[in-house]
């Protein structure tokens, strides 16, 4: 492969991005493939989008601000958070229920070399991972409600390798493994202050996860949401790994969501 493939030339001058090929005649053939099929899989329209947005003034007039509509739910009467917890448990019973867990971090800032969610927390004096915690949480619904839920882990490009590995190595945690199921976040370009796409020392381009909000994208694009259809799933609470504290199966939560659509 030479010459720059005409698809990705003419891709990147509608975009104005040509120096991207600026260092093609460098790279090896498979690092020609990479780079092209880098070009081809990026949306430089939303890319572009998304840089314009961030250079927009989102100054807001505090006199604007004005707390949302919320419930309270210690001020929920008996009658209504038997109403709701009725609903939820009646869904989580069905085996309409998933979990999602944000796991795409690294341990960097807990200063641990790995994926964040096998960081291991002293607890009550006994070491236990942040996977762990959560599978033990897990495992406790099931009793408590009679049920499998299935479990999906949002991994990263960079540490979904580590992550499953991770899970493999200490039989997950005592989970039934049909019901774990890994899927790797999406990403994007990186680019600089003037929307020029960064190019490494590599030659290619430069990529980072596109955060907790495409989410909803990664799961489509890994088939998750089909596989969640044919497992029944109606519902699902998102989570991150580091939030050991989270109730991740909470009727009431649940019944509440459905009944206020």
């Known amino acids: 492969m030479d010459t720059e493939p005409h698809d990705i030339m003419q891709i990147l001058k509608e975009f104005n991005q040509e120096y991207v090929l600026s260092f093609w005649n460098d790279l090896t053939d498979e690092e020609k493939n990479i780079l ?21 003034d989102d100054s807001i007039s505090y006199d604007r601000i004005s707390p949302i509509p919320y419930i309270d739910r210690l001020n929920l009467t008996k009658d209504e958070l038997k109403h709701y917890s009725d609903i939820g448990n009646l869904v989580i019973n069905s085996g309409k229920l998933a979990i999602i867990t944000l796991a795409g971090g690294q ?91 960064l190019i490494g020392e590599d030659g290619l381009i430069k990529q980072a996860a596109d955060g907790h909000g ?20 109606e519902w699902a609470f998102i989570g991150g790994v580091d939030n050991v504290l989270v109730n991740m199966v909470d009727p009431v939560l649940l019944g509440l969501a459905i009944d206020k659509k």
Do not use: C
């Open 107 to 197: 341990g960097t800032r807990l200063g641990h070399t790995g994926p964040k969610g096998t960081f291991k927390l002293d607890v009550y004096g006994k070491g236990k991972y942040l996977f762990e915690i959560l599978a033990e949480n897990l495992k406790e619904a099931n009793k408590k409600y009679n049920t499998i839920i299935p479990w999906y882990i949002m991994t990263s490009k960079e540490n979904n390798d580590a992550t499953v590995k991770f899970f493999e190595d200490h039989d997950y945690f005592g989970y039934p493994k049909d019901k774990v199921v890994f899927f790797k976040q999406g990403q994007l370009p990186m680019i600089d202050t003037k929307g020029k796409v």
């Open 214 to 233: 495409g989410i909803f994208l990664s799961m489509k694009k890994n088939g998750i949401i089909y596989d969640m259809k044919s497992r029944g799933i």
């Open 36 to 56: 092209a099929n880098q070009v081809r899989s990026i949306d430089f329209a939303k890319m572009n989008m998304l840089y314009y947005n961030s250079t927009l």
